[in-house]
Structures are given as structure tokens and as C-alpha cells.
């Protein structure tokens, strides 16, 4: 029912048009050096206190949980500044223009075109990833980190960008106006970063419900190097209900026309 | 090849669409003729599967727009009113894109593309960015886009709006030249389209069919009362008279008159033909008879007539018998 190709031809359309504006290396370029930044102040951090402890005589420190873990927490806050401008005209956009009338009369699921933008978007958010590997790969130049833990630590990345995505191609469908989208994506992420914040003063139940809630929380394991099986059926049922709401959208968007 | 049952649509509270029903033939070009917010893209977008019906069914190709979306999808072309066209991308890579999404095989994907580039004329501007394109080739770029499958249907909304005289001819000339090939629908309110480029014509206004004909059938049907338009060399005031006595004449109207030639419009009932006992009466009362010709409704003044009235039940649709106040039809006919 699904076509592969038909999900491509989307995909690639989408990367093409991201990579044909400014927008996407302005995305990566401003994600590499924020990246960049916290990589060096946590390093530099990192070696002044290894040097100290040394001279304390206290144990070897571990670069993945005193470094890379906190680099990786801090991108991720920053991912959730960045995704609203790459999920906001994913939908919103080609209403504006007319060219959804395009995608819509063609031979076409929804859910071909969904998934398209969503690995479109998720393309984006890959290379800039790909490029903070660069950063990384100065760690293993001059140390030896545990590479299994900093997979870890990108495959939570990964998943934390898929909800991104399928909660900002929703809020795009939502609207003509791609700033509008933009905005409320950004107030969205925002809220669910900080909605466990009040969490230590609410009774044990509210408090598990907010913290499960708090998108960043789910991070923190993968940060660490640790893949939970939690975490993932999280992030993956996030995403699916992400994109079967966004597929719910783009119906009711046809029925009232 | 494409058959439209008792379709509704309705937004809200609005009808945009009331009860409309035609059915068009293979390879056959039909005018969707309206006034602006009659209906005309809502059909088509129902027609499209862009949007589904409140009610009634549609089947394209003989598949069912909503059951076999993907079926009738395949076999049917479309260019909205603005060309859904992505300004990043070259006229080449828009082509290619169109035909990629619409399941055209990888392997005939190229040709296509320059098949139907040189057919709609947009091949000299192939690697230009569709934001830089003009309106005429940004029109021509949107028809490519539908004709890229080669589907057996073509829905076309307003294909010449926006565009110069040159290039709307060119335009109705592609369109007549796919014909045959490919059913065509296309919309419009331009009447001398209509007339030009379609063998069937429905007009709709106000969400309703309001006509179904060809177009010389429209002309023929609406016209209650058959008008001759005669020039003499005479005073008016002594041939008014005359003609008026001629048997079977119904009214008698002075158009124009110039230093001793006049024109009179002459009503007779339909189907009587008074020219010779006209042109007898002319001669043998000495003056010279300088024109004589039936004059006949232009489409444009049919379409007034059909959609600018209210009350009256749609005259055309209903046959023969209705027929609008002769007078209205004479001095349309001046204008």
C-alpha cells in the first residue's frame, strides 16, 4: 500500500528545496558552532579538573560522563531551539503556495507524503548531526572514549529529533502561515522540555506524569551511554502519535475544504 | 469517461456546490463556464480527489474518486488556477518531480519530461528556476505538469487566465491539438473560449447547472425568436411601417441610420423564415435592399442571460419553451 518510492520522491523534494535556500546551512552552520562552543567549554572543563584530580591523586575521570554526556544534554536544548525553523514549512508552506494541490491530486497516500516530509526534515537534522561528529572525532584523535556509549548517545539524538519532527510537521498542517507554525512548534517543545520543572513539588503521581512527559528527561539515559527500552518505545510511540495526528490533520483539512 | 452524479459541497453553512450532475465522452473537450464563485473549482477539486463531496459520487476514468482514489488519480491530469509549481526548483526538476510522484516508470522518466517540454513550449527555459519564470510559462510549466503521465483525463481550471493574447491562443491551439487523446475539462469565464476551443459547454452559476449544450446548440436553444437585421436606402420612416405589415413579422426596431441608409432589427417567431418575403416587399417598393442577415446571440450574451437570472427556472435546461423577453435579445444583439 505504501510505496518506498513515492516516500523517496518526497524525501528528496524536501531536502532539495531545504538545501536549494540559505535555511539549511544556516541551520547547520549556527548548530555546528553552538555545538562547537559547549564541545570546547566542557572540554576545556574536563582537562583542567582531570589535571587537578591527578594531583589530588583521585581516580582516572571518564570523559563520556563528564564530557560528552553534558555536550550531548546541552545540544539537545539547542536541537529544540533550532527544529521549529526546520519543521515549520513543511506543510505550511506548500498551502500557502498552492503546490499541496499538487501532492494531493497525484497518486498519492497521505501517509507517502507524511513520511516523506518527515524523513525530509529528518535528513536535515541528520547532517547537522553529522557535522558535530567532526568534534567528536577530536576526542578519539587524542583519547580513546567509549564509542559504543557516544552511539548511544546519537541514537537518543536521533529519536529526540523524530518527535521533534512529527510534532512540528502536526503544527505546520495546522496553518497557512509558516511563522505562525514556527512559533508554536517552538512553544510546544519548549513547554514539553520544561513541564517537569514544577514536578519536585507536585504529590508522586503528578510527579511521574510530568516527568514522563518532559521530552529532554527521556535524553538524559542515552546521554549517558544507556539504551532503555523505555526511553525508545517512548520516542518511537511519541513519533507514531506524532504522524497519525498530522495524517488526521491533512483529512479533516480536505473534508473542510 | 468521467461521470459526475448529483454532486453536493458544502462549507459550513455555504453551498458551494448544489446537485450537479454532467458527464463528459472520451476525447471530448468540455467548457465549465461560470461567473467567478459559481462553483467551478470546487467541482474540479471534487473531480480531482483533492477534496471529497458532502454528497453525490464522481468517476473518472472509470474509477470512483473517493472509493479508488489512487486509481483514478493516476489517470487523470490536473492544473489548478495557480500553477503548483515549486520556485526553487528548475523547470527540468519540476518535470521530473511531477513525473516521479505520479508513477511515470524511471526509465521513460527522461523522455517524458522533454516530450512534454517541447509540446508546451517551455524547453528553451528548462533550467530556469520556476520563481523566475514569466505568468505565460509559469501556465505552460502547470500544463506540462498534468500532461506528464499522459492521463486520459485532463482538468484544467482557467488554463488562459493571466496569460497575453498570444499565449492564449497558443494555448487553446494545445488544447485542442490533446483532444481525442485525452477527455479535456477545462473552466472559464471567458465566453469567446468556450466557443472557440470546447464541443460541449456547462454552465454553472450560483453552484447550480444552469445549461448543458453545445455551443451553437446554446446559441440556437436561447433564442426564442429569430432576428434579421436589415439595411435599406430609405427614410425609416416609411419603411417601418412596411415591414411591420409583412405577414409573420412580430417587431420592428430601428437600429441605426446613417445619410439615407437605415438598419432595422426585425423579430419574427422561431422557426418562420420571412427573408425572401422581405427582400420582395424591399424591392418592389423601389428602395434598395443593402444588408440582410440574421443576427444571433453571442455566447456572451447567453451567459448574461442564464446567470443573471434569478427567478426564472433555468430556461435551457428546460427546453424549448422558455424563452427570454424578446426585447432584452434585440438589443443585446446591438451592443
Known sequence: MISVRNILAIAVKELRSYFASPMAYLIIGLFALLFGQFFYAYLDLFVRRSAGMGQMGGGPSNINQDM???????????????????????????????????????????LEIIFGKFFGALGLYAAMLAVTLLDIALLFFFGRPEWRAIAAGYLGLVLLGG???????????LTKNQIVAGVATFAVFLMLWIVNWTADQSGPTMRAVLNHLSIIDHFDDFARGVIDTKHIVYYLSFIAFGLFLTAKSVDSERWRG | MIEVQHITKRYGGVTAVDDVSFRVDKGEILGFLGPNGAGKTTTMRILTGYMPPTDGKATVAGFDVFTHPIEAKRRTGYLPETPPLYPDMTVREYLDFAAKIKGVPPKERR???????????????????CSKLSK??????????????????????EPTAGLDPKQIIETRDLIRSLAGDHTIVLSTHILPEVAQTCQRVVIIAKGRVVAVDTPEGLTARLQGAETLYVQIDAQGAEAGPMLTAIPGVTRVAMSDHREGVHGFEVESARGTDIRRDIARAVVTSGWGLLELRPMRLSLEEIFLQVTTDESAPPPVAAGDSASPPAGDVAQGGVQ
Open chain 2, 136 to 157: 505565460g510559462y509559469r501556465q505552460r510549466v502547470g500544463l506540462g505538469q498534468a500532461l506528464i503521465h499522459n492521463p486520459e483525463v485532463l482538468i484544467l481550471d
Open chain 2, 111 to 129: 523522455d517524458r519530461v522533454v516530450a512534454v517540454m517541447k509540446r508546451t513550449h517551455v524547453a528553451d527555459m528548462a533550467d530556469r528556476h
Open chain 1, 163 to 173: 518527535c521533534f519532527v512529527s510534532l512540528g510537521l502536526l503544527i505546520s498542517s
Open chain 1, 68 to 110: 560528552i554526556r553534558y555536550v550531548l544534554m546541552n545540544s539537545a536544548i539547542i536541537i529544540l531551539f533550532i527544529m521549529p525553523m526546520i519543521t515549520m514549512r513543511t506543510y505550511a508552506e506548500e498551502k500557502r503556495s498552492g503546490t499541496i494541490e499538487l501532492l494531493l491530486t497525484s497518486p498519492l497516500t497521505d
